[in-house]
């Protein structure tokens, strides 16, 4: 019984993700790759009310920059998914406050220099180094090694590569690298850890309020300058101008710095020759995508930590893991992402997800996407499944043996797509909403009490979602 109640609940979990991701696609479509990489993308959905959804972004400056930028057209497209919401309202993830209290213990050093203070705090906004990412929890593989090597040789021996530019798509690290040479530099230096898109906006923000001359003296006063993702860095002349500058007077006076990047410096596209240049001129190190014995290290690591944090509370058993470990493959951050949203589906309903569970949990990440769970698809497989024929299935008819694979599909599309009740009904041969509302609390109800029913579905479910005959 309680099982098929968590069955439930795990469909509810992963489907409230679902219309955010066609959200997504239109506004990928509206906006474009590039902006939808750099900022939309980091919005993450988390409710839906009355009259306004609630999202989060992990800084405030994203979030002033989405809704200074971006907000309205987004309203638009969600109104289009639903009629009612008339706002949308930001959360901050909670991280920030820490990251906060962070930096500023990094500054507190700066505090004395007058000529600073009075934009220091613009500054220390900014200047988030997490004490989480660090040399130490950093797992090392053959993708990563050389990045790694480079980043501590620096850390230990700084300006003897200069600059130091270290590059690879998202999630591989690079951040956590910046953020590690940061931290275990910080105590005997001025470190700047900073996007480049901050620095663009403190840039701009800095022309407006007259304060060029504190913006080039507090950067020029930087022992070590982390510039994370250049490759955001798309200012006009002056600003490139004034970053050329500032980038030479740093290395001419040996201070250290580092660049992260999601490709190489001859392929940045929007940033002068001459800046392409000074990059090439220091090391250039590259982190690839992991490999699957990375991938397995990494989960297995978190997965211990998340162990111990937990109290044994949440296990994620070895079969869970090489899943992941095996089907996760496009970088870190998403490998980490999907453990951290199996144990958040676990402290919702205070139970260990098994795999099946975790395949419906993953459903978006594991490239299940609505393309290919498809009514058809579902119609196919319920009816190869139950040894009946399509048309037998779509006809009006009545009979028992016919009745319950019919509920069944329909059950399964509803939990599966998000499909409206109407929009399934007409798949089925033009039913009523209502005879789909009435299928769905049949199967619901049956599922409760029967258990031959509930592995039956259970194992359609994974052959819909995951293609595969046997169940686990
Ligand atoms: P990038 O900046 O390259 O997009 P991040 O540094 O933000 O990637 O990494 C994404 C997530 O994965 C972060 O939570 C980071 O701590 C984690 N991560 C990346 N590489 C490793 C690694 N080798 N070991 C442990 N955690 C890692
Ligand atoms: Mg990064």
């Given at each position: 019984?309680?099982?098929?109640?968590?069955?439930?609940?795990?469909?509810?979990?992963?489907?409230?993700?679902?219309?955010?991701?066609?959200?997504?696609?239109?506004?990928?479509?509206?906006?474009?790759?590039?902006?939808?990489?750099?900022?939309?993308?980091?919005?993450?959905?988390?409710?839906?009310?009355?009259?306004?959804?609630?999202?989060?972004?992990?800084?405030?400056?994203i979030?002033?920059?989405?809704?200074?930028?971006?907000?309205?057209?987004?309203?638009?497209?969600?109104?289009?998914?639903?009629?009612?919401?008339?706002?949308?309202?930001?959360?901050?993830r909670?991280?920030?406050?820490?990251?906060?209290?962070?930096?500023?213990?990094?500054?507190?050093?700066?505090?004395?220099?007058?000529?600073?203070?009075?934009?220091?705090?613009?500054?220390l906004?900014?200047?988030?180094?997490?004490?989480?990412?660090?040399?130490?929890?950093?797992?090392?593989?053959?993708?990563?090694?050389?990045?790694?090597?480079?980043?501590?040789?620096?850390?230990?021996?700084?300006?003897?590569?200069?600059?130091?530019?270290?590059?690879?798509?998202?999630?591989?690290?690079?951040?956590?690298?910046?953020?590690?040479?940061?931290?275990?530099?910080?105590?005997?230096?001025?470190?700047?850890?900073?996007?480049?898109?901050?620095f663009?906006?403190?840039?701009?923000?800095?022309?407006?309020?007259?304060?060029?001359?504190?913006?080039?003296?507090?950067?020029?006063?930087?022992?070590?300058?982390?510039?994370?993702?250049?490759?955001?860095?798309?200012?006009?002349?002056?600003?490139?101008?004034?970053?050329?500058?500032?980038?030479n007077?740093?290395?001419?006076?040996?201070?250290?710095?580092?660049?992260?990047?999601?490709?190489?410096?001859?392929?940045?596209?929007?940033?002068?020759?001459?800046?392409?240049?000074?990059?090439?001129?220091?090391?250039?190190?590259?982190?690839?995508?992991?490999?699957?014995?990375?991938?397995?290290?990494?989960?297995?690591?978190?997965?211990?930590?998340?162990?111990?944090?937990?109290?044994?509370?949440?296990?994620?058993?070895s079969?869970?893991?090489?899943?992941?470990s095996?089907?996760?493959?496009?970088?870190?951050?998403?490998?980490?992402?999907?453990?951290?949203?199996?144990?958040?589906?676990?402290?919702?309903?205070?139970?260990?997800?098994?795999?099946?569970?975790?395949?419906?949990?993953?459903?978006?990440?594991?490239?299940?996407?609505?393309?290919?769970?498809?009514?058809?698809?579902?119609?196919?497989?319920?009816?190869?499944?139950?040894?009946?024929?399509?048309?037998?299935?779509?006809?009006?008819?009545?009979?028992?043996?016919?009745?319950?694979?019919?509920?069944?599909?329909?059950?399964?599309?509803?939990?599966?797509?998000?499909?409206?009740?109407?929009?399934i009904?007409?798949?089925?041969?033009?039913?009523?909403?209502?005879?789909?509302?009435?299928?769905?609390?049949?199967?619901?109800?049956?599922?409760?009490?029967?258990?031959?029913l509930?592995?039956?579905?259970?194992?359609?479910?994974?052959?819909?979602?995951?293609?595969?005959?046997?169940?686990?």
């Amino acid at each position: 019984m309680k099982n098929n109640i968590l069955n439930q609940k795990t469909e509810n979990f992963a489907s409230k993700k679902i219309s955010w991701t066609s959200i997504q696609t239109e506004m990928k479509n509206k906006f474009g790759k590039d902006i939808y990489e750099s900022w939309i993308k980091k919005i993450e959905f988390v409710n839906e009310f009355n009259d306004y959804i609630l999202i989060s972004v992990s800084t405030r400056f994203i979030r002033d920059w989405i809704t200074s930028r971006y907000l309205d057209q987004i309203l638009q497209i969600v109104k289009l998914y639903k009629k009612n919401i008339n706002r949308i309202e930001f959360v901050i993830r909670n991280f920030e406050s820490e990251e906060e209290k962070g930096s500023q213990k990094t500054f507190s050093s700066t505090s004395e220099n007058e000529n600073v203070s009075f934009i220091k705090d613009s500054y220390l906004q900014y200047n988030r180094i997490d004490p989480n990412k660090r040399f130490d929890n950093f797992v090392l593989g053959l993708s990563n090694k050389l990045a790694y090597e480079a980043s501590k040789k620096v850390s230990i021996d700084i300006s003897h590569c200069n600059p130091l530019y270290i590059y690879g798509g998202v999630g591989m690290g690079k951040t956590h690298l910046l953020n590690a040479i940061g931290l275990s530099l910080k105590d005997k230096n001025k470190v700047m850890l900073i996007p480049a898109e901050r620095f663009m906006y403190q840039f701009v923000r800095s022309i407006k309020l007259n304060e060029m001359v504190k913006f080039k003296e507090y950067f020029r006063n930087t022992d070590i300058l982390l510039i994370d993702d250049i490759q955001f860095m798309n200012g006009k002349e002056a600003m490139q101008e004034e970053f050329f500058h500032t980038f030479n007077a740093l290395l001419d006076k040996g201070s250290q710095i580092i660049v992260s990047a999601d490709r190489p410096p001859n392929k940045l596209s929007r940033i002068q020759d001459r800046i392409k240049s000074r990059f090439s001129g220091g090391l250039v190190v590259d982190i690839q995508s992991p490999d699957y014995e990375l991938r397995h290290k990494i989960i297995k690591t978190k997965a211990e930590e998340l162990r111990v944090f937990y109290s044994d509370q949440f296990r994620i058993s070895s079969d869970v893991q090489n899943f992941l470990s095996s089907e996760i493959k496009t970088n870190i951050r998403e490998l980490i992402g999907s453990l951290n949203r199996i144990i958040s589906y676990s402290r919702v309903y205070n139970k260990t997800a098994n795999l099946s569970e975790v395949k419906v949990i993953l459903k978006d990440l594991l490239n299940l996407s609505e393309n290919i769970v498809t009514i058809d698809s579902i119609q196919s497989t319920v009816c190869r499944f139950f040894k009946i024929s399509k048309n037998e299935m779509l006809s009006p008819r009545r009979s028992r043996y016919l009745v319950r694979p019919r509920q069944t599909a329909i059950y399964l599309t509803k939990i599966l797509t998000s499909k409206s009740l109407p929009e399934i009904g007409k798949e089925f041969s033009n039913r009523d909403h209502t005879t789909i509302i009435h299928s769905v609390k049949t199967i619901e109800k049956l599922i409760k009490e029967d258990a031959e029913l509930r592995s039956s579905i259970d194992n359609l479910k994974n052959q819909i979602l995951y293609n595969k005959q046997n169940e686990v």
